[in-house]
């Protein structure tokens, strides 16, 4: 049986909004195996999002817990929690949030420089090579396309090696065909670092290319079978 590498049991998250406290997530248990690709589907503002950000303790839940790697990331203070998503975590947002002065070299290596990796610039350049941006490496963000900079955002995400990568809608602001070739970039990580993809998507064929997917509903998971 594979390892379990991701584990929420009765997680919620009530936040203050301008009406009063709002229950986003409302009790969800999950466990997630080392190696899986998951896809998390569902409307908009069925909780999909949030349910990511609980994964990656960008967001810490209110009730229940969230475990990832063993660590409880509900109970960490705020230095650990970032040491684990250092360590452990990438993440792909829809969009970008490259450095604009920065190169895409070092929007890559610099990350990997604070994390203390000594090959920093070697690695960074290996991983947008793998992206097919070797003659890019030198340009600035607005120098690129919004394919080549979500091409340097997957570098910067895979090039520490994660256990965990999250994706909130990677291919949102791209066109169609632009989309397809950063979703088949994504799945190759799964492929070639063995890292657990999460994917929240809106796409039914991208939900389709994932071991597995779970389906929000009001901050609820819907039951397997159920009615869509």
Do not use: W
């Not at 229940?64 to 230095?79: F, I, K, N, P, R």
């Not at 998503?85 to 890559?108: D, K, Y």
């Not at 397809?180 to 991208?206: K, Q, S, Y």
């Amino acid at each position: 049986m594979a390892e379990t590498i991701l584990t929420l049991k009765d997680a919620r998250l009530t936040l203050d909004g301008n009406a009063g406290r709002v229950d986003i997530l409302k009790g969800i248990t999950l466990d997630i195996a080392r190696g899986e690709t998951l896809g998390l589907v569902g409307l908009s503002g069925s909780g999909k999002s949030s349910l990511l950000m609980l994964m990656g303790g960008l967001e810490r839940a209110t009730h229940g817990q969230v475990t990832a790697l063993g660590h409880d990331l509900t109970g960490l203070g705020e230095d650990a929690l970032a040491r684990v998503r250092r360590q452990h975590m990438g993440v792909v947002f829809q969009s970008f949030h490259l450095i604009p002065t920065m190169t895409a070299l070092e929007n890559v290596a610099t990350p990997l420089e604070l994390a203390g990796v000594s090959d920093a610039f070697t690695r960074a350049g290996e991983e947008l090579a793998a992206m097919g941006l070797e003659d890019r490496m030198h340009h600035y963000p607005a120098q690129l396309s919004g394919g080549e900079q979500q091409r340097v955002a997957l570098a910067r995400a895979a090039a520490p090696r994660p256990d965990i990568l999250l994706a909130d809608e990677p291919t949102g602001n791209l066109d169609g065909a632009t989309g397809a070739a950063i979703m088949d970039l994504l799945f190759g990580l799964n492929e070639r670092h063995g890292a657990t993809l999460i994917l929240v998507t809106h796409a039914p064929e991208l939900a389709a290319r994932c071991d597995r997917t779970v389906r929000l509903h009001d901050g609820q998971i819907v039951p397997e079978g159920a009615p869509a």
